[in-house]
């Protein structure tokens, strides 16, 4: 199926926000860091115009379209994160054997889970900062993919195999996302 004419989508530049293209490459830069992503798309050009970006596909398909979309949202989350940044909240829940959750290094140990005796272990993405207050765990960061896939590993991390959950709902659960901090 093919769409006649040109789509474009448009991202406003917030003030305090700088934004550089260089051909596929976008770099943004904010009070609370920087972030830079390629997007190549054969079809799909990405340019400044004033104080906006710009994201345009000629004679798009289907999946062109839905790229122009996709690109002006991650920019978009991009541009956000460097203003302020992300935030999600977990919480620890256990019944019985209480858990303990420490930050080490690049890594979340998770230690006594269900009175397992080997920790378990989550990665922690790019430049996340995790703080654990008792049983809150909290993860910060400007890249709200980092955010998210370092809250995704830790839930993982508490997986219980064999047991019905319905019962055994003990675990490191995501009980608010993807916050917008401003700074």
Do not use: W
Not at 34 to 54: C, G, Q
Not at 172 to 177: A, G, L, S
Request: charge should be positive; charged fraction near 25%; hydrophobic fraction near 40%.
């Amino acid at each position: 199926m093919t769409l006649t004419g040109t789509i474009e989508e448009k991202v406003e530049i917030p003030q305090g926000v700088k934004v550089k293209v260089a051909g596929s490459k976008v770099t943004i830069h904010g009070k609370a860091g920087e972030l830079s992503r390629d997007f190549s798309h054969p079809k799909v050009k990405i340019a400044l115009v004033e104080d906006n970006v710009s994201i345009t596909c000629e004679y798009p398909k289907v999946k062109e379209k839905a790229a122009v979309g996709t690109f002006a949202s991650h920019i978009q989350n991009m541009m956000d994160g460097v203003m302020g940044g992300f935030e999600y909240h977990m919480k620890m829940v256990y019944s019985h054997f209480p858990m303990k959750a420490t930050v080490k290094g690049d890594k979340v140990i998770i230690e006594n889970f269900l009175g397992e005796k080997a920790p378990r272990h989550a990665n922690i993405i790019g430049k996340t900062k995790v703080t654990i207050k008792g049983a809150e765990v909290v993860l910060h960061g400007i890249n709200v993919e980092e955010v998210g896939q370092t809250a995704a590993n830790i839930e993982r991390a508490c997986h219980i195999r064999n047991f019905d959950p319905r019962v055994f709902q003990d675990g490191i659960y995501i009980v608010e996302k993807a916050r917008k901090v401003k700074a």
